[in-house]
């Protein structure tokens, strides 16, 4: 069983940067690969970014690769989602997800375990 801690989320103007954090229980942290992903009112949850439990390959969608990065600390159990340039059209809530296996992973279902998320809104 995991248990996952989002944060680092907030109000902020378009053009601004935020990073998000997720913690896990556990001491098994290096076993999960790792995705984040994102709600917007009235949308389905949508994959954002994946890394492996190695944290050696990351994978992004296309909107935000180049300004989004996800990474890693296996030490301090956490993954990380920095955001730059963020746009009005990043406004969501954020959700960081695990799963055990050795490669990353692209659709909810293939998750076990999700946080509660935490919520980015971007001003225009």
């Known amino acids: 069983q995991v248990q996952l801690v989002e944060s680092g989320g907030g109000l902020v103007q378009a053009g601004d940067s935020l990073r998000l954090s997720c913690v896990a229980s556990?001491?098994?942290?290096?076993?999960?690969?790792m995705g984040w992903f994102r709600q917007a009112p009235g949308k389905e949850r949508e994959f954002v970014t994946a890394?492996?439990?190695?944290?050696?390959?990351?994978y992004y969608i296309d909107s935000v690769k180049g300004r989004f990065t996800i990474s890693r600390d296996n030490a301090k159990n956490t993954v990380y989602l920095q955001m730059n340039s963020l746009k009005p059209e990043d406004t969501a809530l954020y959700y960081c997800?695990?799963?055990?296996?050795?490669?990353?992973?692209?659709?909810?279902?293939?998750?076990?375990?999700w946080g509660q998320g935490t919520q980015v809104t971007v001003s225009s």
């Open positions: 997800a695990a799963r055990g296996g050795a490669n990353y992973y692209t659709a909810p279902e293939e998750y076990d375990y």
């Open positions: 556990g001491r098994t942290f290096s076993r999960y690969a």
């Open positions: 890394i492996t439990r190695s944290g050696v390959i990351t």
